[in-house]
């Protein structure tokens, strides 16, 4: 089974300041991809990032970064010099190599940045 | 198309009606997916097609839920009966092959029908 939790529903950070978001999984496979997706109020599912299970170096996309624990099945999303823009709910995510690339996702964390 | 295309944006029905839910991927994506948003809850999976392969029907929760892919491209997902607990925004994604794709890139998400049953 493949499962992936998100034990924070709402956060809330100041303009400029870092915050981070938290992911568990659980899977008893070691090759997967783990993702974070935002939902802006439009909808419109955006990818933030993507960390692979085998690689042990941390993610970066610019203002956004992963702490990728493996043994722990974590899986946290930095967000540094936060923007308004940023507003959002944000959703951890995972495949399995071993799947047909079935999403399974988190329950979501709602964003706010507050200026 | 350029992006996936979800219509209609919003939909409000009456209990019992039957409603269909349009989906119109990015051209070439062979992947296509279904997804169920609830408030306040994360994104429940529905059922996945693969080309030409027999769909993956494991996530719909009842026999009121079906879907079909027509020609490889455009997809219908048909609630029939519906109840008030079908309310939820329905996120169709495609990706180019399924797998390597889903891998590398995620995949490309609609924006949604937002389905109100009152």
């Known amino acids: 089974a493949q499962t992936v939790t998100q034990s924070q529903p709402e956060m809330s950070v100041q303009e400029a300041e870092t915050v981070t978001l938290s992911c568990t999984y659980d899977?008893?496979?070691?090759?997967?991809?783990l993702f974070w997706y935002k939902q802006p109020p439009s909808r419109q599912m955006i990818l933030v990032i993507r960390?692979?299970?085998?690689?042990?170096q941390n993610a970066t996309e610019n203002r956004f970064s992963v702490n990728f624990q493996k043994a722990a099945k974590s899986f946290s999303l930095k967000i540094s010099d936060s923007q308004l823009g940023d507003a959002a709910m944000y959703f951890c995510?995972?495949?399995?190599?071993?799947?047909?690339?079935?999403?399974?996702f988190g329950q979501g964390t709602t964003l706010q940045v507050k200026p | 198309g350029a992006g996936v295309s979800q219509s209609p944006s919003n939909k409000v029905t009456e209990k019992g009606k039957d409603v269909e839910l349009r989906c119109d991927p990015i051209?070439?994506?062979?992947?296509l997916y279904w997804y169920r948003q609830s408030l306040g809850q994360g994104l429940e999976f529905l059922i996945y097609?693969?080309?030409?392969?027999?769909?993956?029907k494991s996530g719909l929760p009842s026999d009121r839920f079906s879907a079909e892919r027509t020609g490889g491209s455009v997809s219908t997902l048909t609630i029939q009966r519906t109840q008030q607990e079908d309310s939820a925004v329905y996120l169709c994604?495609?990706?180019?092959?399924?797998?390597?794709?889903?891998?590398?890139?995620?995949?490309?998400f609609g924006s949604g029908t937002r389905l109100t049953v009152v």
């Open positions: 994604a495609s990706s180019l092959d399924g797998r390597q794709t889903s891998f590398n890139y995620g995949y490309t």
């Open positions: 899977t008893s496979e070691s090759d997967y991809y």
């Open positions: 960390q692979e299970a085998y690689k042990q």
């Open positions: 995510a995972s495949i399995l190599s071993s799947n047909t690339g079935k999403l399974i």
């Open positions: 051209s070439g994506h062979t992947a």
């Open positions: 097609f693969q080309g030409n392969s027999a769909p993956d």
